[in-house]
């Protein structure tokens, strides 16, 4: 009953009381003008007398209505209308203030209450923007991830070098977080020392002004040395403790926020990978330590296939592709037959081959063709040697022969003849880029050297002169 009796009291301060009053209002003033113009008999405005007061009245009755018109009804509507645009262009911090309980007084507060839940929504979708951007840079840091492991994991099973899987590993790590500084400390297997072994990025030349790329490491020794002994990775940035450890740190290395990452591999320390920046109030993601942790794996399974590798080889004696011993065996024999020759006194020869443009030849014709030429080449060798010689293939398009109890004079009758069968054989081709050749180069104990290493060096330098004079020829002095 009490809301029914406030609902008539709100209609009864409406626009249509209002309209009625001003209404009333107006007709009155109009009634009494024209009763006074056209009087009746019995009217009281028989007499015109008072003309301009009763005017004036019916004037300020109308003035008055109209007054009353803007006030209460168009302004408002103007007022709500201004508003509206304000807020239909964006500032939503607008809010409508009448005072009013008409109808007007309803639209003013139905535009705020509407005002304020366009408000709460644009904030909530601006929380959820802001989420949905903070998922999406997540998603990319995965995929970035998966890419960068990818590269690697790639080079790892195509056999790439050591140091290229290392360059590709850092130029990854420093763009997964935008970092400013890549470093890369691994053990010397020779000296057993932590070093410095490769720098990127942006404060790389503030790193080595610095000296740090003598960094030598000790295990348990400051944050770098904790962290290797420890085994564990460590995270610097703004949630760190700020401990003595880490602030020395940090000025050593010029970094505000750090993640040091161990290398293992079988529980065995092979280094860290430091990846850092200067940026303020900076907090690594659970995404950004995981690719660096997964990074040093793969770093770690690269040092130990390249040190597989290079134990494989050391133990090998043949090479894959041409059947002839490699250049481990070649030098070692070398050494052996010169410590035989001075012993008895006798000679032995050296003689180092060199295709002359081969590079050029692969390029044109591809790495199956370069294959091919150095099988016939190994064929030949094999052909035109003793029992007792040795013949080898020294490094990508060179060859070598030792010759116990040989001369100079004979190692080079041997040297040319061979030289002269593979021009004969490449000369039958009838694409005249196919037509190759080789130059040799000898050396002989003890005249120019009584080692293996002064024999070989030897050979090369003779090698290199041949080859500036153009090649196809066998020469024994520079």
Request: contains cysteine; proline residues 2%.
């Amino acid at each position: 009953m009490k809301q029914k009796s406030k609902w008539i009291s709100l209609r009864l301060k409406g626009l249509r009381h209002e309209l009625i009053f001003v209404f009333a209002l107006v007709m009155v003033a109009v009634l009494v003008f024209l009763g006074y113009l056209f009087p009746a008999k019995s009217s009281p405005f028989e007499l015109r007398t008072y003309l301009p007061y009763i005017a004036g009245l019916a004037i300020f009755m109308i003035i008055l209505a109209f007054f009353w018109i803007k006030q209460m009804m168009i302004n408002p509507v103007i007022k709500i209308s201004n508003e509206a645009k304000r807020i239909a262009d964006g500032d939503y911090t607008r809010q409508i203030e009448l005072g009013r309980e008409d109808e007007i007084g309803e639209l003013g507060e139905a535009l705020n209450r509407m005002t304020a839940r366009i408000k709460e929504n644009m904030e909530e979708l601006k929380v959820f923007s802001e989420k949905t951007e903070a998922i999406n840079e997540e998603t990319n840091k995965r995929i970035l991830s998966l890419s960068s492991l990818l590269q690697i994991s790639n080079l790892i099973s195509g056999n790439a070098k050591l140091d290229e899987i290392i360059e590709a590993s850092m130029e990854r790590c420093l763009l997964a977080g935008k970092m400013a500084l890549g470093c890369l400390i691994l053990k010397d297997r020779q000296t057993n020392e932590f070093a410095v072994k490769a720098v990127h990025g942006a404060q790389k030349n503030e790193f080595a002004a610095k000296g740090i790329g003598s960094l030598r490491l000790k295990l348990g020794e400051g944050l770098l040395g904790r962290a290797m002994l420890k085994q564990e990775s460590i995270i610097l940035d703004k949630n760190s403790k700020g401990t003595s450890e880490e602030k020395s740190f940090r000025e050593q290395f010029s970094l505000k926020n750090a993640v040091i990452v161990p290398i293992i591999s079988r529980e065995k320390i092979h280094g860290l990978l430091i990846a850092g920046n200067n940026k303020e109030n900076f907090l690594f993601s659970s995404a950004d330590v995981e690719l660096y942790e997964l990074l040093s794996k793969q770093l770690a399974i690269a040092i130990e296939n390249a040190f597989l590798a290079t134990k494989v080889e050391k133990l090998e004696i043949i090479d894959s592709l041409t059947g002839l011993y490699n250049n481990t065996f070649i030098q070692e024999r070398l050494a052996e037959e010169i410590r035989r020759a001075i012993g008895f006194q006798r000679p032995c020869a050296f003689v180092l081959f060199a295709v002359d443009r081969f590079e050029e030849y692969r390029n044109a014709f591809g790495q199956i063709a370069g294959e091919n030429v150095l099988n016939k080449i190994s064929s030949i060798l094999k052909e035109n040697i003793s029992e007792v010689d040795k013949a080898a293939r020294f490094s990508d398009h060179e060859f070598a022969l030792v010759l116990p109890e040989r001369n100079k004079r004979q190692a080079i009758e041997i040297a040319d003849q061979i030289r002269k069968k593979i021009e004969y054989i490449f000369s039958e081709e009838k694409d005249g880029k196919k037509n190759l050749t080789i130059t040799g180069a000898i050396s002989e104990n003890p005249v120019d050297g009584i080692t293996a290493s002064e024999l070989i060096n030897k050979a090369r330098d003779i090698l290199e002169s041949a080859k500036k004079q153009g090649g196809n020829k066998i020469s024994y002095k520079t």
